[in-house]
């Protein structure tokens, strides 16, 4: 009989994590890896949001807890940022900072869901979605996009698969594992089967959101009807390169922001106070780090897909945001190398990193398992040379 918990025992590990373990294990044993698993920009935080950072500290004033909430001044900025740039009318009051877009998420599935409520996963999907469901009881029910459709989900999907315990949808825009984007047309479609059904809500990840080469970045919050419908999450991590500052948070109606920070209050309280001071001065700054990071991730989008191209038997959509590639590489599986046969996702992706000393992630983990996950933030150096490494290593398989 187990000792621990049926919730703990019904997930499974970080793939991501996992990975980039095994990619450090080896890097340990002095093999030179290079590391496509995690989803971390590989630029260094602005200095000016350094700098803020640093001032606090020298202030001496932000040695207290703070807020659970988050501080009023970071809050407010975050919800002028909503109104002014996505059109959203969401006030202080409608907002929670979390330690991490992660954190928010959790807050918001255990405040809200029921043993027996269903969420619907728009799939592929971030890893950490369903076992966020199930840790809060309820059921993911995955809907699969597909690759001719830019893996995105149709609001006709979605409403077939809709049914009495549909509590909540959930999906990223731009996508990660995917880098596909919703367009507002798309999204107006989706909001328009939610607002059949009462009471039904969505949770909208939008991390990624200035990682977007469309020039579209619609918040379906935005939409008519869809503000008291939408549970919005972002976060600093991977627009302004603060993946260690932890710092997330997510915009909602207030009955659920209240539910929200009751959670967390019991979980973490606030986060750390010195990291909002970083946030405060990237949400109020010029963003043109922002920007330039940016330009750089679109240069090595059209770099990684013209080399994938060049792999026979690799297929890939071309990514609109975020900064990862979502290849099938299924017609890979069934063949073999010393004996072994590469059977799926794992496999494949275990042989690279043996092989080719790439780190890559299995699809399997994102909800589609003929696929692999590959980030690009990583220099072009970097990315030129895991691609040759990884096409050389695949002309070993029989």
């Not at 703990?8 to 030179?32: C, H, N, P, V, W």
């Not at 969401?90 to 991490?100: D, H, L, M, Q, R």
């Not at 594992?177 to 009471?199: C, M, W, Y």
């Not at 750390?272 to 990071?293: E, N």
Request: net charge neutral.
């Amino acid at each position: 009989m187990s000792r621990l918990s049926n919730r703990i025992e019904s997930i499974q590990e970080s793939a991501t994590l996992a990975m980039a373990a095994k990619a450090r294990e080896f890097k340990s044993r002095g093999i030179d890896v290079i590391n496509l698993s995690l989803g971390e920009p590989d630029f260094k935080t602005p200095q000016h949001i350094c700098d803020a950072a640093k001032k606090a500290i020298d202030e001496g004033k932000y040695f207290s807890y703070p807020p659970v909430a988050g501080y009023q001044d970071l809050r407010e900025a975050l919800a002028h940022k909503y109104q002014t740039e996505n059109h959203v009318p969401y006030k202080a009051e409608n907002i929670v900072v979390s330690n991490g877009a992660k954190q928010s998420i959790a807050n918001v599935m255990l405040a809200l869901l029921n043993p027996g409520d269903e969420v619907i996963i728009f799939s592929p999907y971030w890893v950490s979605y369903d076992a966020l469901v199930r840790l809060s009881e309820a059921t993911p029910v995955l809907v699969k996009g597909t690759l001719e459709n830019d893996f995105k989900v149709t609001a006709t999907q979605l409403e077939k698969a809709l049914t009495s315990k549909t509590k909540a949808i959930i999906f990223s825009s731009p996508c990660n594992p995917t880098g596909s984007v919703f367009s507002r047309q798309e999204l107006q479609a989706i909001a328009d089967v939610v607002l059949k059904h009462d009471n039904l809500l969505i949770i909208a990840d939008e991390i990624y959101e200035h990682i977007n080469f469309t020039g579209d970045q619609t918040s379906i919050a935005s939409l008519p009807g869809m503000f008291e419908r939408t549970i919005t999450i972002n976060g600093f991590a991977k627009g302004f390169a603060m993946t260690g500052w932890r710092v997330g948070y997510m915009a909602a109606p207030k009955w659920i922001a209240d539910a929200a920070n009751k959670m967390q209050g019991q979980l973490t309280s606030a986060n750390c106070s010195i990291s909002q001071r970083g946030a405060l001065a990237a949400i109020t700054c010029d963003l043109t780090p922002t920007r330039t990071m940016v330009a750089e991730y679109k240069k090595r989008r059209e770099i990684v897909y013209q080399l994938l191209q060049e792999i026979p038997g690799i297929q890939a959509n071309y990514p609109t945001g975020a900064f990862y590639f979502f290849p099938d590489v299924s017609a890979y599986y069934g063949r073999q190398f010393q004996g072994k046969t590469i059977a799926n996702g794992d496999d494949f992706c275990m042989f690279l990193l043996e092989q080719a000393h790439v780190s890559l992630v299995t699809g399997d983990a994102f909800g589609e398992p003929r696929c692999i996950r590959l980030s690009y933030a990583a220099s072009e150096k970097e990315l030129r040379e895991a691609l040759a490494r990884i096409k050389n290593a695949l002309t070993l398989l029989t």
